[in-house]
């Protein structure tokens, strides 16, 4: 999984037609009928959007990181795995990236929020113009998501919390921060 994970990060185009394949997938359970070629270019267009701003955080993550793919999928492991960087630029970087990536979830909760509410309105709007096959499938994919997308995040901001606080201390690399980790997954 290291290695496919390793791989994404460094080649965005990948996650890209990763992405497009499976919203086109699922696009053609929900309302089949259609052609898979005519709902992959529907996908891409509407996706446009979301992947410019994709490729537009990307590449301030790459500079806070150092300012490349590699020296961002290293970090991003070493955040994964709990590892504190020992060098003074790694952990600068590290300090940076994590400090960006809290930032920019300082309202999680309330998009979370927002989301299950957002979801909940689609299903209900589903279920009074479509039929109950399309009503259960966007029901359960909904719901599968939604909590994908709660745990993981959690459990991101978990890391990354202790991460800020590990950099926060004078010693690079302690055992209680490795325990504080193992505590976070």
């Known amino acids: 999984m290291e290695r496919v994970n390793s791989y994404l990060g460094k080649h965005l185009w990948a996650q890209i037609v990763l992405s497009l394949l499976v919203a086109s997938a699922v696009s053609m359970l929900l309302f089949p009928g259609r052609s898979f070629g005519t709902v992959l270019v529907r996908t891409a267009v509407i996706a446009a959007g979301g992947m410019a701003i994709m490729m537009a955080m990307r590449r301030k993550e790459e500079r806070a990181a150092g300012g490349s793919a590699d020296r961002l999928v290293t970090l991003e492991r070493k955040l994964r795995k709990g590892d504190v960087p020992v060098d003074p630029r790694e952990r600068r970087a590290m300090r940076d990236l994590v400090e ?31 039929g109950p096959r399309q009503t259960i499938g966007l029901a359960v ?15 991101q901001h978990r890391r990354l919390r202790t991460m800020r606080d590990a950099l926060a201390s004078e010693t690079p690399e302690t055992s209680e921060t490795s325990d504080a980790f193992d505590r976070s997954r």
């Open 100 to 130: 960006r990536r809290l930032h920019r979830t300082r309202h999680r909760v309330a998009a979370q929020v927002f989301l299950v509410v957002l979801f909940c309105a689609v299903v209900m709007a589903t279920a009074a113009t479509s």
């Open 141 to 155: 994919f909904s719901g599968a998501f939604l909590s994908w997308l709660i745990h993981y995040g959690n459990r």
